[in-house]
């Protein structure tokens, strides 16, 4: 950056307090030397009209009443130098020499028995021109005074450059020293003019980029690692197919480890664009019962079930990823569970409780625990809500705390 915002602004101020100096000083000079010139006119006009009427009334050319104005009675008498700048045919005239003089010159036609005899106004006016000898006496201090107030704009625009260019430098300077990922906050923000618009808006742009990389970030370190394990589990299942044939165990192995992979691609895609799909008030009854009847149709015996819920259950929440969560809870469940598991569904002091009974005798499931508690915490964190996981010899629990249940619900 060559220049900075706060230098050409600088400049254009500088430069335009400049020009209008320049402009009013010469608009200034213009205006004092047409008032000397129209002065000098309207004498030479009043001069004229009373010779004019003097001539009409006694026949004779009167002297001029103005002694800085003389009568000349042919155009041959007229001063040499005055000669050379003006025609006889010339009607008016402004003559400068080199000694000082100024004249101005005037045409007077009188008729004179059926003719008409000119004559000559000739007005000397240096000692009129007021505005020559004003610079020359007074030159100086208008020059000071000129130098001045000059100094005094390039002053008043160095300051107002800066304080209009300075909340932008502190902006740029803000963003600068943004650390990545470190949240922006932006003292321009609570300013109620365009510099305000613009730090909010890019206080939202920045945040909503920083979200976008963290989810795309934990996008692939989930692909990396909730993915392994079920992808082992179809390596090492169909490396034995080279040494046997698989039986029925063996495809369910690979046919659930299938399932995982496509539970957990569903879920990864979901948090993956939960920064774009809004929240809404939804009845979590619903996706509870959406839950069991597809494990229904899977073939589970909802014999074991016990279910306690209110007739409503709202919640705030994404529709979407409420639906993954209870699902992969009731999933999770069944598959740790067993076939004969006791499946408890209570809802009680705010708290939506999934329980499990677990057969001490029943061998661990390949799929562990954590895995889908780390899934099943950011589902939670997504919405804004906490997840909280108990479990003991006899019994596996998984507590849902929805955000902003509605009142009387609780």
Same mark, same amino acid.
């Given at each position: 950056?060559?220049?900075?915002?706060?230098?050409?602004?600088?400049?254009?101020?500088?430069?335009?307090?400049?020009?209008?100096?320049?402009?009013?000083?010469?608009?200034?000079?213009?205006?004092?030397?047409?008032?000397?010139?129209?002065?000098?006119?309207?004498?030479?006009?009043?001069?004229?009209?009373?010779?004019?009427?003097?001539? *009409?009334?006694?026949?004779?050319? +009167?002297?001029?009443?103005?002694? $800085?104005? *003389?009568?000349?009675? @042919?155009?041959?008498?007229? +001063?040499?130098?005055?000669?050379?700048?003006?025609?006889?045919?010339?009607?008016?005239?402004?003559?400068?020499?080199?000694?000082?003089?100024?004249?101005?010159?005037?045409?007077?036609?009188?008729?004179?028995?059926?003719?008409?005899?000119?004559?000559?106004?000739?007005?000397?006016?240096?000692?009129?021109?007021?505005?020559?000898?004003?610079?020359?006496?007074?030159?100086?201090?208008?020059?000071?005074?000129?130098?001045? $107030?000059?100094?005094?704009?390039?002053?008043?625009?160095? #300051?107002?450059?800066?304080? $209009?260019?300075?909340?932008?430098?502190?902006?740029?300077?803000?963003?600068?020293?943004?650390?990545?990922?470190?949240?922006?906050?932006?003292?321009?923000? *609570?300013?109620?003019?365009?510099?305000?618009?613009?730090?909010?808006?890019?206080?939202?742009?920045?945040?909503?980029?920083?979200?976008?990389?963290?989810?795309?970030?934990?996008?692939?370190?989930?692909?990396?690692?909730?993915?392994?394990?079920?992808?082992?589990?179809?390596?090492?299942?169909?490396?034995?197919?080279?040494?046997? +044939?698989?039986?029925?165990?063996?495809?369910?192995?690979?046919?659930?480890?299938?399932?995982?992979?496509?539970?957990?691609?569903?879920?990864?895609?979901?948090?993956?664009?939960?920064?774009?799909?809004?929240?809404?008030?939804?009845?979590? #009854?619903?996706?509870?019962?959406?839950?069991?009847?597809?494990?229904?149709?899977?073939?589970?015996?909802?014999?074991?079930?016990? $279910?306690?819920?209110?007739?409503?259950?709202?919640?705030?929440?994404?529709?979407?990823?409420?639906?993954?969560?209870?699902?992969?809870?009731?999933?999770?469940?069944?598959?740790? @569970?067993?076939?004969?598991?006791?499946?408890?569904?209570?809802?009680?002091? @705010?708290?939506?409780?999934?329980?499990?009974?677990?057969?001490?005798?029943?061998?661990?499931?390949?799929?562990?625990? *954590?895995?889908?508690?780390?899934?099943?915490?950011?589902?939670?964190?997504?919405?804004?809500?906490?997840?909280?996981?108990?479990?003991?010899?006899?019994?596996?629990?998984?507590?849902?705390?929805?955000?902003?249940?509605?009142?009387?619900?609780?």
């Amino acid at each position: 950056m060559n220049k900075s915002i706060r230098q050409r602004l600088f400049a254009a101020l500088a430069g335009f307090a400049l020009l209008i100096c320049v402009c009013y000083t010469g608009l200034a000079l213009v205006i004092a030397y047409v008032t000397e010139d129209m002065l000098v006119e309207r004498l030479l006009e009043r001069e004229a009209a009373a010779i004019a009427a003097h001539f *009409r009334s006694h026949g004779e050319v +009167p002297p001029a009443n103005s002694d $800085l104005v *003389r009568v000349i009675g @042919g155009y041959a008498l007229l +001063p040499a130098v005055v000669r050379r700048q003006a025609g006889p045919g010339d009607a008016r005239a402004e003559v400068f020499t080199s000694t000082g003089q100024h004249y101005h010159l005037r045409a007077l036609d009188l008729p004179s028995g059926g003719a008409v005899r000119r004559l000559y106004l000739l007005a000397d006016v240096a000692p009129l021109l007021v505005v020559s000898k004003l610079i020359q006496e007074v030159g100086g201090v208008l020059i000071f005074v000129a130098l001045a $107030l000059i100094g005094l704009a390039l002053l008043l625009a160095w #300051r107002l450059s800066r304080r $209009l260019v300075e909340p932008l430098r502190l902006l740029a300077h803000e963003v600068r020293k943004l650390a990545p990922g470190e949240p922006p906050r932006f003292s321009a923000r *609570r300013r109620p003019d365009e510099i305000g618009y613009l730090a909010e808006r890019l206080g939202s742009s920045i945040a909503a980029l920083q979200a976008a990389l963290r989810r795309e970030h934990a996008f692939t370190r989930d692909v990396s690692h909730e993915l392994r394990t079920p992808l082992t589990v179809m390596h090492n299942t169909l490396g034995l197919a080279h040494a046997r +044939p698989l039986d029925a165990r063996d495809v369910a192995e690979l046919q659930a480890s299938l399932d995982e992979i496509r539970g957990v691609v569903d879920v990864l895609f979901a948090l993956a664009r939960a920064g774009h799909i809004d929240t809404e008030l939804l009845d979590l #009854r619903a996706c509870i019962e959406q839950g069991l009847l597809r494990l229904a149709e899977e073939g589970w015996d909802s014999a074991g079930l016990q $279910l306690d819920l209110p007739e409503r259950l709202m919640a705030s929440g994404n529709r979407q990823l409420a639906g993954l969560l209870i699902n992969n809870c009731l999933a999770n469940a069944l598959f740790h @569970g067993g076939p004969a598991t006791r499946l408890s569904i209570v809802f009680a002091d @705010g708290a939506l409780s999934i329980a499990n009974s677990i057969d001490g005798g029943r061998p661990r499931r390949v799929q562990g625990f *954590r895995h889908g508690q780390d899934l099943l915490l950011r589902i939670a964190q997504a919405m804004c809500w906490e997840l909280r996981f108990e479990s003991d010899a006899a019994a596996y629990r998984v507590a849902i705390v929805p955000q902003a249940l509605a009142p009387g619900l609780r």
